[in-house]
């Protein structure tokens, strides 16, 4: 079982960044692949960024490449979602999520676990 808790979120102006946290439970966090997603209201669940067991491999969707940063540091049990020049179009509820495999995620149905989420609410 892993617990995840977000951290973060805010209220920022376009062009600000801001950093989210994702702190999971457990002794087996460095054996879960890690993944972003947001939610805008009326809007599906998306992917933002995923990134494997061992945090050399990464991925993002278009819409935030070269913007977002996803990491890990896995001594501390924590995935961070670093997040540049945001835009209004980024304002959502961010969340977390675990899946139980080595490689890359990007698929929401393969994710086991997930966080609570924090809002990120970008003004133009």
């Known amino acids: 079982q892993v617990q995840l808790v977000e951290s973060g979120g805010g209220l920022v102006q376009a062009g600000d960044s801001l950093r989210l946290s994702c702190a999971a439970s457990g002794r087996t966090f460095s054996s879960y692949s890690m993944g972003w997603f947001r939610q805008a209201p009326g809007k599906e669940r998306e992917f933002v960024a995923a990134i494997n067991w061992s945090g050399d491999s990464t991925y993002y969707a278009d819409a935030v490449k070269g913007r977002f940063t996803i990491s890990r540091d896995n001594a501390k049990n924590t995935v961070y979602l670093q997040m540049n020049s945001l835009k209004p179009e980024d304002t959502a509820v961010y969340s977390c999520?675990?899946?139980?495999?080595?490689?890359?995620?990007?698929?929401?149905?393969?994710?086991?676990?997930w966080g609570q989420g924090t809002q990120v609410t970008v003004s133009s």
């Open positions: 999520a675990a899946a139980r495999a080595g490689f890359l995620v990007t698929t929401v149905g393969l994710y086991n676990y």
